[in-house]
């Protein structure tokens, strides 16, 4: 079966510095990719999505990228932290080719900008 | 361009009452729609889709939920309650050519005893 790992599961981090978040697929080949971000209290907005190794599509301007080096590999990343930044931070994988699959979740990063 | 609509952003009810969860949303083509739960601190975990056919679907934990094209809506229900259904619902929807889903912004279950 398939697993989707995200780690941390918190991070603290302050206002300037740079940000790493991991995300990792088990059990499936070439799934498409997603970070979504949720603020307090609010519903879930799409950072980026990825169809394939090196393949990103970012739906809103912001301070954060996104890299996919390895074919189950998902990277959230930023080079300078805002306050903006604090959320909730999720990665989910789908099955690629059929626009009615559902979309498969981890755990999520809790992201502290202090 | 396709959206979704959750009227209720929170919705208290006792424990073993029946709950409806409301989800409007807007598409000029067929869509797919899902509806997800989220307990504290945890991810997204799907409790049911709509793809085609009947329009009512049966989901995990006793959730259904019902397509209405002429509506365009896709109601969540469940007939008893319980303390553990307490947690955010998000509905959902797809449409053929679209890679990502396009979300709610939620609506918090309180179950009370």
């Known amino acids: 079966s398939q697993t989707i790992h995200q780690w941390p599961a918190t991070l603290v981090q302050p206002v300037g510095s740079p940000l790493s978040l991991e995300c990792t697929v088990e059990g499936t080949s070439n799934p498409n990719l997603y970070w979504y971000r949720q603020a307090a209290g609010r519903g879930l907005q799409l950072l980026f999505y990825s169809v394939g190794i090196g393949q990103i599509s970012s739906e809103v301007p912001q301070n954060l990228s996104a890299s996919r080096p390895q074919d189950r590999q998902f990277i959230l990343s930023s080079k300078k932290l805002l306050l903006s930044d604090s959320g909730f931070y999720l990665c989910?994988?789908?099955?690629?080719?059929?626009?009615?699959?559902?979309?498969?979740f981890g755990d999520g990063t809790r992201l502290s900008i202090l | 361009a396709q959206s979704v609509t959750q009227l209720d952003s929170q919705v208290p009810v006792f424990e073993e009452a029946p709950v409806e969860l409301r989800c409007n949303y807007s598409?000029?083509?067929?869509?797919?729609l899902f509806w997800y739960v989220q307990y504290p601190n945890q991810g997204l975990q799907l409790l049911l889709k709509?793809?085609?056919?009947?329009?009512l679907v049966k989901g995990i934990n006793g959730f259904e939920a019902e397509f209405n094209k002429s509506q365009t809506s896709f109601h969540l229900r469940k007939p008893s309650v319980h303390i553990s259904d307490t947690a955010e619902y998000f509905c959902?929807?797809?449409?053929?050519?679209?890679?990502?889903?396009?979300f709610g912004s939620g609506t918090r279950l309180q179950v009370q005893p």
């Open positions: 709509y793809l085609s056919g009947s329009t």
């Open positions: 598409s000029s083509v067929s869509v797919y």
């Open positions: 989910a994988w789908s099955l690629k080719g059929l626009d009615n699959q559902p979309q498969h």
């Open positions: 959902a929807v797809n449409q053929p050519g679209r890679r990502a889903l396009t």
